[in-house]
T-cell receptor
Framework: GAGVSQSPSNKVTEKGKDVELRCDPI?????LYWYRQSLGQGLEFLIY????????KSGLPSDRFSAERTGGSVSTLTIQRTQQEDSAVYLC???????????????????FGPGTRLTVL | AQKVTQAQTEISVVEKEDVTLDCVYE???????LFWYKQPPSGELVFLIR??????QNEISGRYSWNFQKSTSSFNFTITASQVVDSAVYFC??????????FGSGTQLTVLP
């Protein structure tokens, strides 16, 4: 089946502008993650959605960053008033929820999209 | 807090050589999951393997093998008879549950013809 898709693949914007990045997860996957990959910081977690639960926003670097997931499927990551340090590749991943036995927590494998390369001039 | 260390920043080998990529993790969790991902020049992260902490059996998949040593908190990855197409950045990652991954800094592997 189709993998995780992201759009746009590349985005160049001017400092101070808002941008929206889109992620379309694998059909049926209940969990969706956003990560950021930059030269200085490696791969960093941003936000996590699981089903209808409140998202885990603990990785968002500032209040300029927000994300939503509509209908439990497509997600949009919004960066307001972009800064040059926001330049990075933004990666989206999705996973299904696999429940193990009662003595084990759940486990899943995250499958990644191709990413959106954001350049802030 | 969890931490994943990939001490090898760059490795260069000649085709057909074997190469081992090291991964060491730190955690106080008793149950956790370890992963390896490959990032070729195209940029997409490709899943290679998931290993559960309660299953220390090593695994082999073709030319790839993984050695999980809970006693030394290591999850090393060996490529046998390397090929040019193996050239990529390889990331080791950790999660204590079905949550976000903590990644190592990655190892850039270059396989020369």
């Amino acid at each position: 089946g189709a993998g995780v898709s992201q759009s746009p693949s590349n985005k160049v914007t001017e400092k101070g502008k808002d941008v929206e990045l889109r992620c379309d997860p694998i059909s049926g996957h209940t969990a969706l993650y956003w990560y950021r990959q930059s030269l200085g910081q490696g791969l960093e977690f941003l936000i996590y959605f699981q089903g209808n639960s409140a998202p885990d926003k603990s990785g968002l670097p500032s209040d300029r960053f927000s994300a939503e997931r509509t209908g439990g499927s497509v997600s949009t990551l919004t960066i307001q008033r972009t800064q040059q340090e926001d330049s990075a590749v933004y990666l989206c991943a999705s996973s299904s929820l696999i429940r193990g036995p009662a003595t084990r927590p759940t486990t899943d494998t995250q499958y990644f999209g191709p990413g959106t390369r954001l350049t802030v001039l | 807090a969890q931490k994943v260390t990939q001490a090898q920043t760059e490795i260069s080998v000649v085709e057909k050589e074997d190469v081992t990529l090291d991964c060491v993790y730190e955690t106080r969790d008793t149950t956790y999951y370890l992963f390896w991902y490959k990032q070729p020049p195209s940029g997409e992260l490709v899943f290679l393997i998931r290993r559960n902490s309660f299953d220390e059996q090593n695994e082999i998949s073709g030319r790839y093998s993984w050695n999980f040593q809970k006693s030394t908190s290591s999850f090393n990855f060996t490529i046998t008879a390397s090929q040019v197409v193996d050239s990529a950045v390889y990331f080791c990652a950790f999660t204590p549950a079905a949550r976000q991954l903590t990644f190592g800094s990655g190892t850039q592997l270059t396989v020369l013809p």
